[in-house]
């Protein structure tokens, strides 16, 4: 065991064992600098290209945090774009495969309300998914947002050019305060200040400087 292996970290170990399966050996240097402050329960601004890792880093930080007998939401994962969603929605699963019965639902736009509806009646652990149809669950009130213990904010700085900033603030407001906020983006720029300034508290920043 070094620094580097995930087993340094104190992860569950099916979910640590897992990670062996996946080949996943050593932590990427965003996984290495957020994860341990992830598992601490801070909240954490990361920063780091597209491809770093990082979302295995806050994966593994919901997932270990998760009480799967409980069948409330808890953890939300907001993204700018429906790929984006669903290709966390595909990682997470890998990485949830070794938790019995776990429920991770996808809510974007531009698929059927009416299934989602149905998908979210029967419980659920994990959501990943767009502001705007997040926003509009809440609206019709087949989304309650009072258990979640963990948000993140996938690619930040993406979904506020994009113009989510309101629709991410709505969302905020129906959840606990008393949560962990991990934001994630390739900039930071003033825009994501404001935002981390706002909904998250003594976050600690980890970065991974770009090499070229
Ligand atoms: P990001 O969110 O920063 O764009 P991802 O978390 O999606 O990056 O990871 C990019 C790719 O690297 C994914 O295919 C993922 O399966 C793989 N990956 C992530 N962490 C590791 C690791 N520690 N070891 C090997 N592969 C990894
Ligand atoms: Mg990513």
Same mark, same amino acid.
């Given at each position: #065991?070094?620094?580097?292996?995930?087993?340094?970290?104190?992860?569950?170990?099916?979910?640590?064992?897992?990670?062996? &399966?996946?080949?996943?050996?050593?932590?990427?240097?965003? *996984?290495?600098?957020?994860?341990?402050?992830?598992?601490?329960? /801070?909240?954490?601004?990361? *920063?780091? /290209?597209?491809?770093?890792?990082?979302?295995?880093?806050?994966?593994?930080?919901?997932?270990? /945090?998760?009480?799967? /007998?409980?069948?409330?939401? *808890?953890?939300?994962?907001?993204?700018?774009?429906?790929?984006?969603?669903? *290709?966390?929605?595909?990682?997470?699963?890998?990485?949830?495969?070794?938790?019995?019965?776990?429920?991770?639902?996808?809510?974007?736009?531009?698929?059927?309300?009416?299934?989602?509806?149905?998908?979210?009646?029967?419980?659920?652990?994990?959501?990943?998914?767009?502001?705007?149809? &997040?926003?509009?669950?809440?609206?019709?009130?087949?989304?309650?947002?009072?258990?979640?213990?963990?948000?993140?904010?996938?690619?930040?700085?993406?979904?506020?050019?994009?113009?989510?900033?309101?629709?991410?603030?709505?969302?905020?407001?129906? #959840?606990?305060?008393?949560?962990?906020?991990?934001?994630?983006?390739?900039?930071?720029?003033?825009?994501?200040?404001?935002?981390?300034?706002?909904?998250?508290?003594?976050?600690?920043?980890?970065?991974?400087?770009? &090499?070229?």
């Amino acid at each position: #065991m070094n620094a580097t292996d995930f087993s340094s970290l104190k992860l569950h170990p099916n979910l640590l064992k897992n990670l062996t &399966i996946l080949g996943y050996d050593l932590m990427t240097p965003i *996984q290495k600098l957020s994860l341990p402050v992830i598992l601490s329960g /801070k909240d954490v601004i990361g *920063q780091g /290209k597209t491809g770093s890792g990082k979302t295995v880093a806050f994966g593994l930080g919901l997932l270990q /945090k998760l009480d799967v /007998k409980l069948f409330k939401l *808890q953890s939300i994962v907001l993204c700018p774009t429906r790929e984006l969603a669903n *290709q966390v929605a595909v990682e997470i699963q890998k990485l949830a495969r070794v938790i019995n019965n776990i429920k991770v639902v996808v809510l974007c736009g531009g698929m059927s309300f009416g299934l989602q509806i149905d998908s979210l009646r029967h419980g659920v652990h994990v959501v990943v998914g767009t502001p705007g149809r &997040i926003e509009e669950h809440l609206r019709k009130g087949t989304l309650k947002l009072s258990y979640i213990n963990t948000l993140v904010l996938d690619e930040a700085d993406r979904m506020l050019d994009m113009g989510f900033q309101e629709s991410v603030d709505n969302i905020i407001e129906t #959840m606990p305060t008393n949560r962990q906020t991990l934001l994630f983006s390739a900039t930071c720029l003033d825009t994501i200040t404001n935002i981390t300034q706002r909904v998250m508290r003594s976050p600690i920043m980890v970065k991974v400087p770009l &090499i070229n």
